[in-house]
């Protein structure tokens, strides 16, 4: 890391001692690392609402599923209610956990963990190379993690009682990246997400700002829509039409497990028409 001059970046004593408070203040820290992912994800979710229930007709050619019946209000209040649960009796209080009480035991900034279990001084934040090499790593811990994990939920004795709820909305929308069993949006969803920044001690704004990207990429995949200046939604949304395809993030543990063959196929004979028809 690169020890930044903090008055200097940021050009007032107010600032400085604003950031010095974000450094030193775990619970600030847990509190904003919380809240601006969960502001994005409110966000994503209010736009593709708003496409779903007032601008449906101007932008219909983009939806994915364009046969499923389109989600109505009572879907989006039914949804949106157990999603704010699930934000404020999970997710909220584990990353807490995570912030307060593991991350000083990880050291996550120079100088910290071991018996002190301090952060270290984090005031030396990363250099755009480390936030890479952070957002690349746990991007792959999240597609090993979130894989097995997914397709553990998909078992029999497991899916009826856990991952049922997730697979209500056969056509996803945006909200529902997170309308799932509070367990499995502990363990499938939450944890996948956290287990990269802390195997490779990374610093509180890497988490943030991956855990930021990390809900983006979700209510994407499972807004229904495809946009061509978004990411594709395809393979996830082909997951809760087929439920028994695409269970990674990235689609690299479903190439190798095989478990991706009717939607490629499906890609590739979709691919094909579309050509046909611009000759």
Known sequence: ???????????????????????????????????????????????????????????????????APQPTRSDYRKATIHVIKNTLFVELPFIYFVICVVM????????????AASWGDCTIVPKWWEYLVHLTVSLLVEEVLFFYGHYLFHHPAIYERWHKLHHTFTAPIGVTAKYAHPLEHLLANLVPIVAGPLLVGAHPLSLTLWMCVALTSTVISHSGYAFPWLPEPFSHDWHHESFTENYGVIGILDHLHGTNKRFLALSADASAENKSKHH
């Open 1 to 67: 890391g690169v020890s930044v001059p903090l008055l200097h970046v940021y050009g007032s004593d107010v600032m400085v001692e604003l950031k010095q408070l974000l450094i030193y203040d775990e619970l600030i820290v847990a509190v904003l690392a919380s809240l601006l992912p969960t502001f994005i994800f409110w966000g994503w979710s209010v736009v593709f609402a708003a496409l779903d229930l007032v601008w449906y007709e101007r932008v219909r050619h983009y939806k994915v599923q364009q046969a």
């Open 104 to 115: 000083p035991r990880r050291g996550v900034c120079p100088g910290g963990g071991g018996a």
